[in-house]
């Protein structure tokens, strides 16, 4: 498939149509994330938001419109249907992408670090030796150095969703994306996980963060979507979008948020 033009942009979704059956989840969205960004995306239940992310990793595959991940194309519409890569590139495009999901799905049989070394190895094919000093230093990143030897069902929930995070970066992503990586969470746990989530922000970690944690979108991030029935209703820097909100239907919802 052809390249779009190499830049900055690491993400761009073009015209995306999605529908389970009658249902239409998206109307032709419209997004660009550039090196370094982060895009918040915040909306009601139901609006969307959760299938756009999923559909940036072909979680799940879209019916119109196209995605390039660092300028290669994952999927482009031809004749009015969507075509994906074939399969080798496919791979190598969506090797870019790191996700973290609502529920830590960490292999439970297995160690924090052999959760992270899992993938590299069985993916990558490289040597433990390889990648260990590497998962060392992730676990080390969010604060769970002493917890490489332990199980996940000996960890609290915010220490499994950080034991999440330090896998998918351990693939050495350029883009990560979270689905309410929060959601799950007791509050008192949600912090924890957000203080690793906004690390990775300074450090100019790409990220699409699905999420409903405002203070989070206002802080961290340098684009803010509300979404609502499938629609992108207003995008905007935080500033702008908390402050002075140009949609009533996203002062309604942030009234109801704030």
Same mark, same amino acid.
């Given at each position: 498939?052809?390249?779009?033009?190499?830049?900055?942009?690491?993400?761009?979704?073009?015209?995306?149509?999605?529908?389970?059956?009658?249902?239409?989840? @998206?109307?032709?969205?419209?997004?660009?994330?550039?090196?370094?960004?982060?895009?918040?995306?915040?909306?009601?239940?139901?609006?969307?938001?959760?299938?756009?992310?999923?559909?940036?990793n072909k979680l799940e595959t879209i019916d119109k419109g196209s995605i390039a991940i660092k300028g290669r194309y994952l999927v482009q519409t031809r004749e009015g249907e969507a075509v994906y890569a074939?399969?080798?590139?496919?791979?190598?495009?969506?090797?870019?992408?790191?996700?973290?999901?609502?529920?830590?799905?960490?292999?439970?049989?297995?160690?924090?670090?052999?959760?992270? @070394?899992?993938?590299?190895?069985?993916?990558?094919?490289?040597?433990?030796?390889?990648?260990?000093?590497?998962?060392?230093?992730? @676990?080390?990143?969010?604060?769970?150095s002493d917890r490489a030897d332990y199980y996940p069902s000996q960890l609290s929930g915010g220490q499994q969703q950080r034991v999440a995070i330090a896998r998918a970066l351990c693939m050495k992503p350029?883009?990560?994306?979270?689905?309410?990586?929060?959601?799950?969470?007791?509050?008192?746990?949600?912090?924890?996980?957000?203080?690793?989530?906004?690390?990775?922000?300074?450090?100019?970690?790409?990220?699409?963060?699905?999420?409903?944690?405002?203070?989070?979108?206002?802080?961290?991030?340098?684009?803010?979507?509300?979404?609502?029935?499938?629609?992108?209703?207003?995008?905007?820097?935080?500033?702008?979008?908390?402050?002075?909100?140009?949609?009533?239907?996203?002062?309604?919802?942030?009234?109801?948020?704030?």
């Open positions: 498939m052809a390249n779009i033009e190499q830049g900055e942009i690491m993400l761009k979704m073009t015209g995306i149509h999605k529908s389970y059956d009658n249902l239409e989840v @998206l109307k032709g969205i419209d997004i660009e994330v550039r090196r370094g960004e982060v895009l918040a995306i915040i909306g009601p239940s139901g609006s969307g938001k959760s299938t756009l992310l999923r559909c940036i074939s399969g080798r590139e496919e791979r190598e495009i969506l090797a870019s992408t790191g996700m973290v999901f609502q529920q830590f799905n960490l292999f439970p049989h297995m160690t924090v670090l052999e959760n992270l @070394l899992e993938a590299p190895m069985q993916v990558k094919g490289l040597k433990r030796s390889e990648v260990e000093p590497y998962a060392r230093e992730l @676990l080390a990143k969010v604060g769970l350029d883009i990560m994306l979270f689905d309410e990586p929060t959601s799950a969470l007791d509050p008192e746990l949600t912090g924890e996980v957000l203080k690793t989530m906004r690390e990775l922000a300074d450090e100019r970690m790409t990220m699409v963060v699905v999420t409903h944690e405002m203070a989070f979108a206002r802080e961290a991030a340098s684009q803010v979507i509300f979404m609502a029935d499938g629609n992108i209703v207003e995008q905007n820097e935080p500033d702008a979008f908390f402050n002075a909100p140009r949609e009533e239907r996203t002062k309604a919802f942030l009234q109801n948020m704030l």
